[in-house]
């Protein structure tokens, strides 16, 4: 009996010191067995130079994975995470053996191509389907080798994907990049064939030929990679000046499409009208010059302070002239689009008839550009206004006094603008700004382009029918600096003549103005619209109190006329230009036009 209770006691002593090491055991986290994690990232090849918009690198919009056996079997894993951004892979799980994974992304959100869920590393993929059209998309891929060991200890790997596809190119050589408008479609077909499948374990199979495909908006295309180089025929069709058609076809030869590389087709392009001089723009072709717009939010004050950079006539908003290097210089003065615009031109040495230099489809707001001559490098035909072909020898020191340039339209804008009967020159300054004055501070960009608006406005208004009639209403009531009726004509010869004005910005006084300084309080650059007050009330707000008051100063009146203050001038025009404004009359009436614009 003590036997057995000696023997009981032995074991409970035991049972409990084993509970005690089973508790230890259980407080401890140890590492998941068998974990990976895979670090993904892209590869750089000759096919990375494109990038979106913003200059940002291609980015993974969808990716697949899978884990294969050493016989090749596809796997499940128990714990298998991808990140949303697809950065990371982890697994856990694995055990002691030899792996091979496998990875397929692209970096488009969608595809006509099947990715089928393979069983076997040999099973296909990525499958084209598409009949006689290439893959054209962008797809990576990459196989891995990896080994768990018998501890089965975690670890890390980095993984750059890399393009399973090629890309190729069509390389127009164009007598001159005006050529593009002519073009109506491409397409190509190539003798030979390309594969359409790549199995999971990175083999390419399957055979398609590529008939007629398409390639006019990009000219280019993605395709999984060929056997061997390929032949075949780039078909052209193109449109002439008259609005009959054509097609060209061009052979080609020794076309090998590679994963990760870009195989080139350079093709010579014919058109009859290959040595015409006419610049024709549409508005898909600003991309291929130096286009540029004026007053975005980073221009430097140097620049619009700089009357040789920004500055302009009021009648004359839009600008064309030949620069130092013989080109077309475009700058548009206006928050406005304008449509159909041609240039004509004359040289002067050469010929009296005035030529079709440039047409444009569209000039877009406070657009600035430089377009190369086609005649500057060789002899060109050109169309005169009466329909008579003319050509024009090489002009390779061609310069603004080489030539006289007039500009055509009927767009509304610019028949409005041609109402206009001062020619005010505008422009901008500091002032005192640095100098640590108490009124005068920087202009902005933004107050620039408002200040466009302002001139342009105000001297279309002064120039309008409707200002004048009110005008006459106001006989005997406009006084001068002595107290003196004014004469309306004599008034209306004042404005005309006036030189122009040089826009600044001022705080605490609503503005300050005399002779061509004319300056404005920020508000009041902004509040002059009529919609920028609530519709009904009294025109005859602040901001435009300021607008005519300073005006006032600058035809030479003092605060002794009825011209600066009063209910006389500044009432008269306040009340006229938000009458025109609520009708639409003004070239540029609503401040939404300007809020809408990209800064």
Known sequence: MKITKIILLFLALLLASCSNELEQEYGLIPPASGQVTFLLG???????AIRTRNGEPEQIARMWYAIANDRGEI????????????SKLTIEGLEYGDYTVVFLATTSAESNATINEPERLSDVWLLNK?????????????????????????????????????????????????MWRFIRKIDITFDDTVYTSLSANGEYSGTECIESYDIAESYSFYSLPSKEALSGVVTIESDR??????VHKYRFSNCKIEAGRISHISIDYRHPESLDGLLYIREEDFSRFQTDTMFLANEPRDIFYDSKHRSFYANAPLQVSISDEHQLLVKFFSPVTIHDVTILCRFNNISTEFLELAHFDVIYPFMEAAFPLPVVGSDRTFTTSSGRKIVIPAQPELSGNDVTLIIRTEDPYMKKIEQIDSRWFIRFSAYSADNGHAYWRHMNPLLCRHGVALAINMA???SSEEFNTEMNKYEGKLKDNGGNAINLNALRQRIRSHGGLVLGCVSGVGGLGGGNTYGLADYCYTGVYFDATPLGSNPHNYPRQAMFHEYGHCLGYNHSSTMTYGDQWTVLCATVFVNMGQEGKLPICSKDIIANLPM
């Open 241 to 246: 000046s008259d609005g009959t058609s054509f």
């Open 42 to 48: 892209l590869h750089e090849d000759d096919t990375s």
């Open 130 to 178: 598409s009949a006689k059209a290439p893959l054209d998309d962008v797809y990576f891929y990459k196989k891995i080798e990896l080994h768990i060991g018998k501890e089965q200890a975690a670890e890390s790997q980095t993984v750059t994907l890399e393009r399973c596809v090629g890309r190729v190119d069509i390389d127009l050589n164009v007598s001159s990049d005006y």
């Open 460 to 462: 279309f208004m002064f």
């Open 75 to 86: 796997l499940k894993p128990l714990y298998q995470k991808l990140e949303a951004d697809f």
